[in-house]
């Protein structure tokens, strides 16, 4: 798509137009889902629609739905025509949500964390933990009384009633789930039964169980070194639809669901390579055949409703929306929208997709140019994670840079999700290193094809991509400042101060690269950190920014007050946005 208006993005309007949806699910003849608006500070709400008219809020004003379950949540609500049940992101706790009247806290304070809701069967199943335990349990759905149907000192997923028969997932507690997880079986009526073990192993993820219309068990397994859909069928195991990709992401959060099947025996599931995702759409035969076919990034949320699949999906000019899908049409455009989030007369370029060789991998990324064209300031970006992935879609972020006549390259780093077992695991022990190697990588590329300026080639990144960045920092070439936000700056004692869902993780991508030193790092950085980031420290950079005073390096730093890792509210992204481009216009002014 060609040209674009003119002028500068500004920073306040694009803090404010990063509405975000998730956690879709289809019940009750309607469709529910989280929506997040900046306006209300980003609280994230229950959004309902049911074909008629605009989606309604289901959730009061100032109750905030999410939870801290093995520390990132998800699967946060569970709704049916009867009844809203929401896990507060407050505490943690599930409440039975009332039309005009307050929350009611179902069941008694406890020392758990609740997430992973799921109604099946007439049962109201959660998934609750504390750092010792997890453990599945139906919650009765008036009274609040909890029984417990299965416990574990590792970590449990997924729950999945049908007749009496519960699948769920479970994993240890020194393993992610995306290295190694179980699908187990089990009967839960009484007397129950022994625990059977569908799938899974020490080399072997096993994500996403579902029963099927047809009575089966579904399930995604990475067995063959890519996330594909099986079926379990009077305990033998057979391959649904075969393809040399990821059919779902690394399962950082609850409730994940990328794919649908349907009454009539068709099979509508997400197809990722690492950068874009599409939808494939498999019939009773087996013959594939895409559906959506401008949708280029699809969340892994799919629910069937009446003769559509409803997903989240957007474009490279258009933002996240929830869509509905024609399962029997296989070339319908992006589907019709049930959100709309237009880019309000800005008229966005596709970016390009590139490939580069960095140590012995072939590492992909997408490159936005700006409307002045190349050569051009480049600003490469690694993604957080680090097992994140680069969705193409739209977004403002990305262009209030591009429309100020920046390059941006966002990295599928060694690491990233989407391309497949081999390549997800490729970081561990390597962190710091070939990250900080492939984004190099990019950058040297494009100087070496004259497409970027010399003297403004920039790296950016949060979370694991702001110790990313800080690493490339530390390294002579080719990158002239980096900007870190929310950054992690010592493995070792972040590993130590994680929750335990994310400990293993820590631990397997340590190593040689270590803490991140001040004395080390050579170019002008920016650091952005909100004070009250309970993922990533801020007295950690608070500490590296006092050893870069005392050593005379150039460096900034931006302490957002009360804010946490996110940066979720519009006041936060607005004053890290600008603070971002004054650094990278000081440090270009600086070297001229």
């Not at 997890?134 to 449990?156: T, Y």
């Not at 073990?197 to 063959?224: C, I, K, N």
């Not at 390259?409 to 970081?427: D, I, K, M, N, P």
């Not at 991508?509 to 980031?533: C, K, S, Y």
Request: glycine share 12%; proline share 7%.
């Amino acid at each position: 798509m060609t040209g674009r208006r003119s002028g500068p993005l500004p920073a306040e309007w694009v803090a404010r137009e990063q509405v975000s949806f998730d956690e879709l699910v289809a019940s009750g003849a309607a469709l529910w889902w989280l929506q997040s608006d900046p306006g209300l500070g980003g609280d994230r709400r229950v959004m309902r629609w049911d074909g008629d008219g605009g989606p309604l809020p289901q959730t009061p004003p100032g109750f905030c739905v999410g939870g801290r379950l093995h520390a990132y949540g998800g699967g946060s609500f569970a709704a049916a025509l009867d009844g809203l049940w929401a896990v507060s992101d407050e505490d943690s706790k599930v409440y039975r949500i009332h039309s005009g009247a307050e929350p009611e806290l179902i069941g008694a304070e406890d020392g758990f964390q609740y997430g992973d809701l799921r109604l099946d069967d007439g049962s109201l199943l959660a998934v609750r933990g504390t750092d010792s335990v997890d453990e599945i349990v139906a919650i009765d759905q008036r009274g609040g009384g909890v029984r417990v149907l299965v416990s574990s000192q590792g970590f449990l997923a997924a729950p999945r009633l049908l007749n009496n028969r519960l699948a769920y997932l479970e994993w240890r507690a020194d393993r992610m789930p995306w290295d190694s997880c179980w699908l187990r079986l089990t009967e839960i009526g009484s007397g129950g039964g022994p625990v059977r073990t569908v799938a899974g192993g020490e080399q072997e993820s096993v994500v996403q169980p579902l029963w099927g219309p047809d009575g089966l068990l579904y399930f995604m397994s990475d067995r063959t070194g890519w996330w594909n859909l099986y079926r379990w069928d009077d305990g033998e195991v057979r391959a649904v639809a075969p393809v040399p990709a990821d059919c779902a992401p690394a399962p950082w959060e609850g409730g994940y669901q990328s794919y649908v099947v349907t009454a009539d025996g068709d099979i509508v599931l997400t197809v990722h390579d690492g950068i874009g995702t599409r939808l494939l759409r498999v019939d009773a035969d087996g013959g594939q055949s895409r559906r959506a076919s401008d949708l280029t990034s699809v969340k892994p949320y799919l629910a069937e409703f009446g003769e559509h699949i409803a997903v989240i999906g957007s474009t490279p000019a258009s933002l996240p929306s929830v869509r509905l899908v024609d399962r029997a049409a296989p070339n319908d455009g992006a589907g019709i929208a049930v959100t709309e989030q237009g880019p309000a007369g800005v008229r966005i370029e596709y970016p390009l997709h590139r490939t580069v060789r960095s140590g012995d991998a072939d590492v992909r990324f997408l490159l936005h140019v700006p409307e002045g064209g190349l050569p051009a300031p480049l600003i490469v970006r690694a993604h957080p994670g680090p097992t994140d992935d680069v969705p193409l879609r739209l977004d403002w972020r990305v262009q209030f840079f591009v429309s100020r006549g920046f390059a941006v390259a966002e990295v599928a780093y060694r690491g990233s999700t989407g391309q497949g077992r081999a390549f997800r695991q490729s970081l561990d022990g390597r962190w710091g290193e070939y990250d900080v190697q492939d984004c190099a990588a990019v950058a040297q590329d494009l100087l070496a094809r004259d497409e970027v300026l010399p003297g403004a080639v920039f790296i950016t990144g949060a979370s694991a991509g702001g110790y990313t960045a800080l690493q490339a920092a530390c390294r002579p070439a080719p990158f002239t400042g980096a900007t870190a936000t929310s950054a992690i700056t010592d493995p070792e004692r972040w590993q130590k101060a994680v929750p335990r869902f994310q400990q293993p993780h820590a631990a397997a991508l340590a190593g040689p690269a270590g803490a991140v030193r001040a004395e080390n790092i050579q170019v002008p950085v920016l650091l952005i950190h909100g004070t009250d980031d309970d993922i990533a420290r801020a007295d950690d950079i608070s500490q590296l920014a006092d050893r870069l005073e005392a050593l005379g390096r150039p460096a900034r730093t931006l302490f957002l007050d009360g804010v946490g890792h996110y940066l979720s509210s519009p006041h936060a992204l607005e004053q890290a946005l600008l603070a971002e481009l004054a650094f990278y216009e000081d440090v270009i002014q600086r070297s001229r």
